[in-house]
């Protein structure tokens, strides 16, 4: 299948500080790019939707000026999380979908904010 | 709002046996559902997809039906293994190929 990597894979933080994800889609184009937060022995929860070239997408409750997200290309989209407070501490995921409706989800990264 | 229940947070099983997972959805219509498996730290790792019009999907040991008057999907594993040991995940799409997931069942596999 294909391939999604995400970077860092965990990252600890000064609450107050910014934190920038990286999800890259390997060895295809991601037209539409997932971002999930998951906290633990809980599911993925949608975060928010970016397209190529647009405005991300933001789930209710998802702040979009905390949450900033940047799809500049096919392969590459980022998060980046904007004043962390240890409330912020979780699981993010993304995902990058295929032509066939499947999602290929990155490895995740592990966000610490002391 | 949508609602996705699988049956139990937690299910174990002798090595060889049969595990069942349920997922029971309230308040949509997806027009198709997925499976997904989780190990500890990782991402979901994609198994199967079953459309609406489709009753059963196979795919070597996991076999997956769709029931939307029942609006429940169920999954299947044959001839288990310790090596299926993980979070299963059922997800419905919501539109615009959103997934809504479920909380998942932790498998574990006796030997």
């Known amino acids: ?114 | 709002s949508q609602k996705i229940e699988q049956n139990s947070e937690a299910l174990n099983i002798q090595e060889g046996k049969t595990a069942t997972l349920t997922c029971n959805y309230t308040n949509y219509s997806p027009a198709y559902l997925q499976w997904y498996r989780q190990d500890p730290g990782r991402g979901p790792v994609f198994l199967l997809l079953i459309r609406e019009n489709e009753k059963e999907k196979r795919k070597e040991r996991l076999k997956v039906t769709f029931d939307t008057t029942l609006k429940q999907s169920l999954f299947h594993i044959t001839a288990s293994q310790p090596a299926d040991s993980a979070t299963y995940l059922c997800a419905l799409e919501t539109g615009a190929n959103n997934l809504f997931f479920g909380t998942g069942t932790r498998l574990t596999v006796i030997p």
């Not at chain 1, 860092?8 to 999800?23: D, L």
């Not at chain 1, 933001?58 to 999380?81: C, M, P, R, W």
């Open chain 1, 1 to 114: 299948g294909a391939v999604v990597s995400q970077h860092p894979s965990r990252v600890i933080c000064k609450s107050g500080t910014s934190v920038k994800i990286e999800c890259r889609s390997l060895d295809f184009q991601a037209t539409t790019m997932f971002w999930y937060r998951q906290f633990p022995k809980k599911s993925l929860m949608l975060m928010a939707t970016s397209n190529e070239g647009s405005k991300a997408t933001y789930e209710q409750g998802v702040e979009k000026d905390k949450f900033l997200i940047n799809h500049a290309s096919l392969t590459l989209s980022t998060l980046t999380v904007t004043s962390a407070h240890p409330e912020d501490s979780s699981f993010y995921i993304c995902s990058g979908d295929s032509v066939h409706n499947e999602q290929f989800f990155g490895p995740g990264t592990r966000l610490t904010v002391l």
